[in-house]
């Protein structure tokens, strides 16, 4: 189980991470395209010089957009039992993390405005050794994806 | 440990730091005016140039640079005596309610709270000017990291002793409620004597008894300094730029006999200056090897560890037996050699705070300190048992790698230095193409045989070393220790409690996945992990499970 989590995020996420990533594309390419609409303007560069801005920003939106959230959501798997949380993560390096539940020192949910356009939230999970996160859960799962673990993190400190 | 108080002083109520503040601080200030003023002034002086001293009308060229000076010193002496009354004036500090209260700050204004619970370690340095003043700097840590803001300056020696030996039994106290009440009458002037009668009351004499584990001997000191890996680094250093310039000494004795001028002086006189420049830089490091570490004392206490050094700024550490995470015992190549190494431990320095606001995380930098800078490897486990007695019992027997990942580890060596050997002989190429007026491609390929012949020894001691570094990595676990070993010409053992680690973590790269090898990592509180790559995938499924097992 700890090599092979089960449980998936909600399918609504991917939608999240390609908007964002959006967002940052759009960005990057209008802050690469100032030099090059600058130099149009001033009759150094022709038209087709605009195309190269443009082509930057097909790259993104293909690479960041369409193709890398697919393959974060469908690599990504979690799953909670009673002593630990495992999680499967990552696009070409695949990370393998577990948590005992006694390290647990607290865990929250999050939300920013993408995210709760979409209904969905993040669970944080604190320990000593930084924070591990479950991204992409619709609100009343997350909620009570906390509730559970710091329930189970109760019974876990009263065994040990 | 705590001199004894030249006068009582009651530590609850507002303290003022010592009027050598005022000295110190102009002293400190002065220091960088002077060299500023120094780069400016001898700009003119040395040009001969006058128009910058124009302003003042009169007299001859040396009577206007000195009466400028003159009034530009006494400007700034004012002004920085100013500053450093009116900040003397603001610094008040006080030990009470549970906790360190800091106000200071002419400008910027800071009152600071720190709740002594939280205080990870009192740190007391002196600096050469605050050493002339006999005050100290008491620095105080939490686990938040307080970056200077957790600083009082100029605390006369004893009273920053006495305030640290008082932070600590309150904190103590604090930990032990039930055999140590809540010494509320305490917080009253007491002086040091009291203080030991107090804990030997309560049992925890040995909190505040000295009992020194080690006191390094000027012997070792230089060893320390000598065996120091900077030192073998610089060494290959120059052998190798040595080599290098030697080729092409002879090089271009044997091919241009045009250019004698240029082998024959400028070359030696670049070799002279590489070598003195080298040489110079290793004496250094050494001398700061020393300096540093003059006079290191660690002493063992109950729950902390002491540890004083330094010749210069002598700085005292105070650490936390249970806020450490990791130990560290590693060895350069010369020590590896005569059997010596430094052992270190890193402490925990991060701590999230259960807040309802959600902004958790307060993240510290890596508390990396050494323990011991020079101990023989057959004393380590004396040591470690002694001062740490909670580290005991790690693994000693470690598993080798799997077979593929030596290729893996070669490659890896080679394929990093190729850019800088391609990079040299390019740049070597340019040059030489230039003086000699052939043309770069011609003499590349002139020189091709050279070039390989010279490029190769760098890359095969690249491969060696990377072979040498998949020998030299183990893991492995038993029920309380993970254990790594790493290093291809020293070598380092790390080990980590499990119930210090936080989350345990696999990673797998594409390249990594078609050789079934992963990276075996995790965290501790103290943000530094032993991480080893290329542990065989299984090996690394099974530290997953062993990093849940009950115990």
Redesign the interface.
Known sequence: M??APTEKLNKRVVHAWRFTALIISLIVSIFCAIPFVVLFMLDVFTAGYLLMPAGLFALLFIVFVIILPQIRYTRFRYYISD??I?IKK?I?????????MI?I??T?T?HGPVMRTLRLAAVNI???????EIPGLPFADAEAMRDRITELVKTVKEN? | MSEYLREPIDISQPQRVSNAYIGVFLIRNLRAWIIVFLIYAAGPILQGDNSAYAIVPIGPYPIRIISIMLVAITLIVLLTLLFSFLSYRRIRWQVSGGEVHIKKGILRRVDKRIPIAKIQSVDISESLTERIFKVATVKIDTAGGEGDDGKIPCIRKDVSSYMRDRIFAIKNAEAEPTQNPAPDGLSAACSVPQMHAQAMNTGTAQVLLPNVVYRMPLKNLILTGLSNSKALLIALIILGGLSQFADIFFKTVAYESAYTFLSTIAIPGLIAIVVAFFFASWFISVLGVLISNFGFTVRNEASKIEIERGLIDHKTISIEKNRIQEVRISQGLIRRIIGYAEISVTT?T???Q?QSG?K??NEGVLGLTVLHPFISMNEVDFFLKTVLPDFDGRPREFNALPRRADFRSIRRYVLWMFPFVLIAWLSISFIFSAITGTHVVNYVSEHLLLIILTSLPVLIFMGITGHLSYRGKGVSVNDRFLSVRTGAWGRKYSFVPRRK??????????FQ?HARLATLA????A?AFPSLRDVDFEY??QY??W??L?T
């Open positions: 700890r090599i002593d630990e495992s990552g070409l390096v695949i990370t393998y993390t577990v948590v005992p390290k020192q607290y929250d999050k604190m320990t000593a050794g930084g924070t591990v040990v | 925990a991060l701590k999230v259960a959600g958790g995380a680690i936080q989350t345990a973590r696999i990673s797998v790269n594409p996945a995790g965290t501790t509180g943000h690394g499924a997953l499970e990093s849940v009950k």
